[in-house]
């Protein structure tokens, strides 16, 4: 998470202009003075004159991956990568680190550096810190000369669309780093993509096997191999062939497989109803807004909040944005609801995790908002425990 400084440059339509020109007109024996932005404009054959702003950028900016590292009991050493872009030529001894932990293994480093290339640098960082810990790494570089020393800390992301500017900003490319006492059940998940989300990205740094599934992998893919089956955000909102394969997703479930189905923002798409289910609910607009909404475990004993980890109430804090959108409603009496939660001065609703029995296997929606690692405990319960 950022802060922001200076508090009224919130809300701003565009970055501020790396450059402001001055012109002073006289009339009249009165100076008239105005800036305006320094912009570069050239002719596109098809939309005409376009302006960009002129972009500033450093010698050189640095990016890691992954941007997450989750440490185990049984995992006490995670390797990270950072790139670094040369946009000028970059001559000294290049060094690169990470600050905040221990590390060793710094491989395929630079004495230089053309326009253009990018070095890599390769870490073992092992886990000291006190377990239950959430911090964060950054990555640095520094090139030293017989004068002095130019460190790079920075990495830039464009935002490109063509009825605005072009954007481009520098920022830390933090890693986050948990060191939790994570236990993980089964090893392989297939994953469908939706709307975009990292929730993917996430189970792959628990230690999990994932396989993305879409259209055209899906239906050469042996879906009984999969521990569990987990739909993106908004997949069926975005994915309108995912109608084609419900006999097969509740096949999958039916022998005993664990489908779990991320929020979507109605079961209409255009003229087509989208099935979801094995049984049948509704998809409905509610929400809890709150962050620090109280959240109660409607039967604390149920497997889902024991099985493989223990789910308490702590692992609710710290919530950014919304709880849980889209909740579920108007549910078949063969779900249960798990989750109940409010808005201040709302009734309790009860949509936000429904789980179903269905054959040998379990089917399950949540409108919960994994944006967060360690909100992924709860998918990792969804998709291993026992009914």
Same mark, same amino acid.
């Given at each position: 998470?950022?802060?922001?400084?200076?508090?009224? #440059?919130?809300?701003?339509?565009?970055?501020?202009?790396?450059?402001?020109?001055?012109?002073?007109?006289?009339?009249?024996?009165?100076?008239?003075?105005?800036?305006?932005?320094?912009?570069?404009?050239?002719?596109?054959?098809?939309?005409?004159?376009?302006?960009? /702003?002129?972009?500033?950028?450093?010698?050189?900016?640095?990016?890691?991956?992954?941007?997450?590292?989750?440490?185990?009991?049984?995992?006490?050493?995670?390797?990270?990568?950072?790139?670094?872009?040369?946009?000028?030529?970059?001559?000294?001894?290049?060094?690169?680190?990470?600050?905040?932990?221990?590390?060793?293994?710094?491989?395929?480093?630079?004495? &230089?550096?053309?326009?253009?290339?990018?070095? @890599?640098?390769? @870490?073992?960082?092992?886990?000291?810190?006190?377990?239950?810990?959430?911090?964060?790494?950054?990555?640095?570089?520094?090139?030293?000369?017989?004068?002095?020393?130019?460190? %790079?800390?920075?990495?830039?992301?464009? +935002?490109?669309?063509?009825?605005?500017? !072009?954007?481009?900003? @520098?920022? /830390?490319?933090?890693?986050?780093?948990?060191?939790?006492?994570?236990?993980?059940?089964?090893?392989? +998940?297939?994953?469908?993509?939706?709307? $975009?989300?990292?929730?993917?990205?996430?189970?792959?740094? #628990?230690?999990?096997?994932?396989?993305?599934?879409?259209?055209?992998?899906?239906?050469?893919?042996?879906?009984?191999? =999969?521990?569990?089956?987990?739909? $993106?955000?908004? !997949?069926?909102?975005?994915?309108?062939?995912?109608?084609?394969?419900?006999?097969?997703?509740?096949?999958?479930?039916?022998?005993?497989?664990?489908?779990?189905?991320?929020?979507?923002?109605?079961?209409?798409?255009?003229?087509?109803?989208?099935?979801?289910?094995?049984?049948?609910?509704?998809?409905?607009?509610?929400?809890?807004?709150?962050?620090? !909404?109280?959240?109660?475990?409607?039967? /604390?004993?149920?497997?889902? =909040?024991?099985?493989?980890?223990?789910?308490?109430?702590?692992? =609710?804090?710290?919530?950014?944005?919304?709880? &849980? +959108?889209?909740?579920?409603?108007?549910?078949?009496?063969?779900?249960?609801?798990?989750?109940? #939660? !409010?808005?201040?001065?709302?009734?309790?609703?009860?949509? &936000?995790?429904?789980?179903?029995?269905?054959?040998?296997?379990?089917?399950? %929606?949540?409108?919960?908002? =994994?944006?967060?690692?360690?909100?992924?405990?709860?998918?990792?319960?969804?998709?291993?425990? /026992?009914?």
């Amino acid at each position: 998470m950022f802060y922001v400084a200076d508090q009224q #440059m919130i809300g701003l339509p565009d970055v501020a202009p790396a450059y402001l020109a001055t012109f002073t007109i006289n009339i009249g024996g009165q100076d008239f003075v105005f800036e305006q932005p320094v912009r570069y404009k050239y002719t596109d054959p098809v939309k005409g004159e376009i302006y960009q /702003p002129l972009i500033v950028i450093p010698p050189a900016t640095i990016t890691a991956s992954p941007n997450l590292v989750v440490f185990r009991p049984d995992n006490k050493q995670q390797r990270i990568q950072t790139q670094l872009h040369a946009f000028s030529g970059i001559s000294g001894n290049i060094t690169a680190g990470l600050t905040g932990i221990d590390y060793s293994g710094v491989q395929n480093g630079a004495q &230089s550096l053309e326009k253009g290339r990018t070095a @890599f640098y390769n @870490f073992d960082v092992t886990e000291k810190h006190e377990p239950e810990e959430i911090y964060t790494l950054t990555p640095y570089a520094n090139k030293k000369t017989d004068k002095d020393t130019v460190g %790079y800390h920075l990495a830039l992301r464009s +935002i490109d669309y063509d009825h605005i500017p !072009a954007v481009r900003y @520098f920022y /830390p490319d933090f890693i986050t780093a948990l060191n939790i006492d994570l236990k993980t059940v089964g090893k392989k +998940i297939g994953y469908i993509p939706g709307a $975009g989300d990292k929730v993917a990205v996430i189970l792959e740094r #628990m230690g999990y096997d994932v396989t993305i599934l879409d259209k055209t992998t899906l239906p050469v893919s042996n879906l009984s191999g =999969f521990d569990a089956i987990i739909t $993106g955000v908004r !997949a069926y909102n975005t994915n309108e062939w995912m109608n084609e394969f419900y006999d097969e997703l509740m096949n999958y479930v039916k022998e005993g497989g664990n489908l779990i189905v991320q929020y979507n923002t109605s079961n209409n798409l255009g003229t087509v109803k989208s099935k979801i289910g094995p049984y049948d609910f509704n998809i409905t607009r509610n929400r809890i807004t709150d962050e620090q !909404a109280k959240v109660s475990m409607i039967d /604390p004993a149920h497997k889902a =909040f024991n099985y493989p980890n223990k789910i308490t109430g702590k692992d =609710f804090e710290h919530w950014v944005q919304e709880r &849980s +959108i889209y909740h579920a409603g108007g549910w078949d009496n063969h779900f249960k609801p798990l989750l109940s #939660m !409010a808005d201040p001065g709302e009734r309790a609703d009860e949509g &936000s995790l429904i789980t179903a029995t269905y054959g040998k296997g379990t089917f399950t %929606y949540t409108g919960l908002v =994994f944006s967060e690692s360690f909100r992924l405990l709860c998918l990792a319960q969804c998709a291993y425990w /026992p009914i």
